[in-house]
């Protein structure tokens, strides 16, 4: 199976500090590969790093086979050209109405009539459920509406690549749902692959064919979602099972209780 992404022996850091050690990803096409672990671990820069906006220490990112090249502006701009990005928050333009947000790539990107991406949007918000709030503007639609005007505006281009950055953080019960159900028959429908950043494990789990998880900057463990349910490494299985003991402690590290109240020479 040929793959839309990969990551080769991939480290990143910001001078010094180290965020992102030794990585080896692929990202199959028509699939959906979530990418979780604990806020820190380098999940939001793994995408940074796939849609081209920093630059790797050392290794390679590909997309469709081609390295991406921060410094080829042209190349860069083709190749982002294939991706879709849904931002944590949604990012709508608010003095945009509805409508206007899902257009603006394609006006942004394309030379097509303004006829075709009257239907184009009405189309790709009809997928999410909202045609008819086309005309409303960000402040007159909840949040989880919000979120799929966004998602709308991500494959307005039928991007070969979708990146979402915690796409559940936010919503109620009822939106989470619908919006994991979209994300993974949009997927399906575009024949895309998705890349989805989330701590939420049970909606992650639902739709992912394949999981990595993140530690420390490194990939710790990998599978299907069955398979890391099943997992004996400690950190999976206290992630996965939402459990309080393990190896990621409750407390910032640092001086005993007792230390800091002065006790130590009393005890």
């Known amino acids: 199976m040929s793959n839309i992404a990969e990551i080769r022996d991939l480290v990143f850091g910001y001078g010094d500090r180290i965020i ?4 080896e990803m692929t990202f199959p096409k028509g699939k959906v590969i979530g990418i979780m672990g604990i806020s820190g671990s380098g999940k939001t820069t793994i995408l940074r790093l796939l849609g081209g906006l920093v630059t790797p220490q050392r290794g390679e ?4 086979g081609e ?6 502006t042209a190349k860069l701009y083709r190749q982002r050209r294939q991706m879709g990005m849904l931002f944590q928050h949604g990012a709508l333009f608010t003095d ?3 409508f206007e947000n899902v257009a603006f790539p394609l ?4 030379d097509l009539p303004e006829e075709l991406i009257h239907d184009l ?11 008819s709030a086309a005309w409303l503007m960000p402040s007159e639609i909840s ?14 281009l039928d991007p070969q690549l979708i990146l979402y950055d915690e796409p559940f953080t936010g919503l109620d019960p009822i939106s989470m749902g619908v919006t994991s159900n979209l994300i993974r028959h949009l997927n399906d429908a575009l024949q895309s692959t998705t890349v989805l950043v989330s701590h939420d494990v049970p909606e992650t789990f639902s739709i992912a064919d394949y999981v990595y998880f993140l530690c420390d900057g490194r990939i710790l463990a990998h599978g299907t979602p069955a398979e890391m349910e099943q997992s004996s490494d400690p950190f999976v299985h206290q992630f996965v099972h939402a459990e309080m003991d393990g190896p990621v402690a409750f407390h910032y590290p640092g001086r005993s209780m007792a230390e800091d109240l002065g006790l130590k020479e009393a005890l």
Do not use: C, P, Y
């Open 121 to 131: 949007v009405l189309m790709k918000l009809d997928a999410v459920g909202l045609r």
């Open 61 to 64: 990112v590909l997309i469709n």
């Open 143 to 156: 949040g989880g509406m919000a979120r799929r005007v966004a998602l709308a505006r991500t494959i307005a």
């Open 67 to 72: 390295r991406i090249d921060t410094s080829d």
């Open 96 to 98: 945009l109405s509805v």
């Open 107 to 110: 006006r942004e990107q394309t």
């Open 20 to 23: 992102l050690s030794d990585l």
